[in-house]
């Protein structure tokens, strides 16, 4: 790994956090309201979106399992594709 990119990484890590599940909600608004208590700055929602393109989204939630409700609580596994 090429470490003059080692940010990218940090950044579409925290980035990451976000959900951007909702559809009515852009990508920036959802980097910046990852946490609303501490918002993300806008500065950096827009370092994301300027450079990358959320492609898929996924975060398991209880009862979305193929089986129907194996998993009683979220598991807090999230998955963000760019």
Same mark, same amino acid.
């Given at each position: 790994?090429?470490? *003059?990119? $080692?940010?990218?990484? +940090?950044?579409?890590?925290?980035?990451?956090?976000?959900?951007?599940?909702?559809?009515?909600?852009?990508?920036?608004?959802? $980097? $910046?309201?990852?946490?609303?208590?501490?918002?993300?700055?806008?500065?950096?929602?827009?370092? $994301?979106?300027?450079?990358?393109? +959320?492609?898929?989204?996924?975060?398991? *939630?209880?009862?979305?399992?193929?089986?129907?409700?194996?998993?009683? *609580?979220?598991?807090?596994?999230?998955?963000?594709?760019?």
């Amino acid at each position: 790994m090429n470490s *003059k990119y $080692i940010s990218d990484y +940090v950044y579409l890590a925290e980035a990451s956090y976000a959900d951007f599940s909702n559809p009515n909600t852009t990508t920036k608004d959802a $980097i $910046i309201n990852t946490d609303p208590e501490n918002p993300t700055p806008a500065e950096f929602a827009e370092l $994301i979106t300027n450079n990358y393109t +959320v492609e898929a989204h996924w975060e398991d *939630k209880a009862g979305d399992d193929m089986a129907g409700s194996l998993l009683s *609580k979220e598991s807090g596994f999230s998955a963000t594709f760019y």
